[in-house]
């Protein structure tokens, strides 16, 4: 598993012997950037979401704790990389994941970056097994979408319809849509006996939401919010199967 990290320590010297070790020792580590204090990483924290921060607890106008309670909703790691021993139970109770002592041993370091790979590795199981789109068995029936920061509840009835977009799909409902890193194949399968029906390859139709059907080589379908579809020939007589 790949990682990124964020260098942070005020000696540009131990950050070019830290990268270095990371380089030859840990080449699944990937280094987006480097600090030199605390508003130097924050500012690289807006635009990049490191799964690492490698920080050194002592730097100018302000130290590692201060940092850390700065970011409160944290997802990254944090391996605490300093000469000193005595911040040892603060760097606990700041829930870092690894304590490295200056100079860095290369065992050490690489037992830290597989602890916190094994971490990752496990969080990212749970959250595909927690984002998988499922049908919950609740009796209106409902369904889960991922989102970057968990996911979201979809009641099934309240979805028009569902249209590819390459290997992801969009979700329209009568009050808006979502994007969704899911193909509309995977969607096809998951609402099959939920009253969907594909009438076109890049078209997944709640059948509980047409209203209308125009007649053509394939026609047309107009949903309840005016929204009008292409049916394709192929998939005709599926749809029509519904209506007998």
Do not use: W
């Amino acid at each position: 598993m790949k990682l990124t990290a964020i260098v942070v320590d005020d000696e540009a010297n131990s950050r070019a012997i830290l990268k270095n070790y990371l380089q030859k020792y840990c080449p699944t580590v990937q280094v987006l950037g480097e600090a030199a204090s605390v508003q130097e990483t924050l500012k690289i924290l807006e635009t990049e979401n490191p799964d690492l921060l490698f920080l050194d607890v002592e730097m100018p106008y302000g130290n590692a704790f201060d940092l850390l309670e700065q970011v409160p909703d944290r997802t990254f790691e944090t391996v605490f990389v300093t000469a000193y021993d005595h911040y040892a139970v603060d760097a606990l109770n700041a829930q870092a994941t690894y304590y490295l002592l200056k100079p860095i041993a290369i065992d050490n370091l690489i037992k830290a970056v597989d602890h916190v790979t094994h971490i990752k590795e496990r969080e990212k199981e749970l959250q595909d097994k927690v984002l998988t789109p499922k049908i919950s068995a609740t009796v209106d029936g409902k369904i889960t979408i991922p989102q970057q920061d968990g996911f979201e509840v979809l009641k099934i009835s309240e979805i028009l319809y569902c249209q590819a977009d390459d290997n992801y799909t969009k979700i329209f409902l009568n009050n808006g849509q979502k994007l969704v890193s899911k193909t509309l194949k995977y969607f096809e399968d998951t609402l099959k006996d939920q009253g969907f029906v594909r009438i076109h390859k890049s078209y997944l139709v709640n059948v509980n939401m047409i209203v209308r059907y125009k007649k053509g080589k394939g026609g047309s379908v107009q949903l309840s919010s005016g929204k009008e579809l292409m049916v394709s020939s192929s998939k005709k007589g599926t749809l029509l199967d519904y209506f007998k």
